[in-house]
């Protein structure tokens, strides 16, 4: 699958909540989009999800504008305010909670089961805030994607939680190569990074935009 951005902005001007962006995600390996600003990772993430409408320019997936399609193809993992959990809320109970939004059983054997297998079990009642960055990088993919017709998660910010790229990127790799299309929305300094450990450039990976005709 594919998802290009084609000079798409929220607002306009100098005080644009984020400026005309043109990139393009696709499977592979991770892609990765440099931002800056508290809250642009965030609504750069909801364009690229497609929660957010763009002001101006388009966003298309798999070469067409189709809105539903994306809401129901991307997942959005521990973007701030929109999908982060409270940090005083026990990994257990957001477990259970991201196993609702998979139409799994949300028992607290499930749960258990999820956190045996990713060796979190000691986690279990402790709050999030407790859970080791790289360690919550993967439980939060791994769950989201569960969901019924996920083909793309968005990473918003992952460097926010202070762990060397380097320890998390393997685990969003090794996705990609499940054939999976990963974003990670970042700040500068760790795009810059993840490309010397393989991550792809947005925005040099545009793919050739697809034909009115293919719109269906």
Do not use: Q
């Amino acid at each position: 699958m594919n998802i290009t951005l084609e000079a798409a902005a929220i607002g306009s001007g100098l005080g644009a909540a984020v400026p005309p962006l043109t990139l393009g995600i696709a499977d592979g390996a991770p892609t990765v989009i440099a931002v800056e600003t508290d809250e642009r990772p965030m609504l750069v993430s909801m364009l690229i999800g497609g929660r957010v409408r763009a002001d101006s320019g388009r966003v298309r997936i798999d070469g067409r504008e189709d809105a539903r399609a994306l809401r129901a193809a991307t997942a959005l993992v521990d973007t701030p305010f929109v999908s982060e959990p409270p940090a005083a809320v026990s990994l257990a109970t957001i477990v259970a909670e991201e196993l609702s939004y998979s139409d799994l059983s949300t028992s607290a054997r499930a749960v258990a089961e999820v956190l045996r297998t990713h060796g979190l079990t000691d986690y279990a009642r402790l709050p999030v805030r407790s859970l080791p960055a790289t360690e919550r990088i993967r439980l939060f993919s791994e769950l989201a994607l569960r969901r019924d017709g996920v083909r793309c998660i968005v990473v918003t910010s992952p460097e926010r939680h202070g762990a060397d790229p380097a320890e998390w990127y393997p685990t969003l790799a090794g996705i990609a190569e499940r054939g999976f299309a990963v974003a990670i929305v970042t700040d500068a300094l760790t795009r810059n990074f993840l490309l010397t450990l393989g991550a792809e450039d947005a925005s040099a990976a545009v793919p050739a935009i697809a034909t009115e005709s293919r719109k269906s």
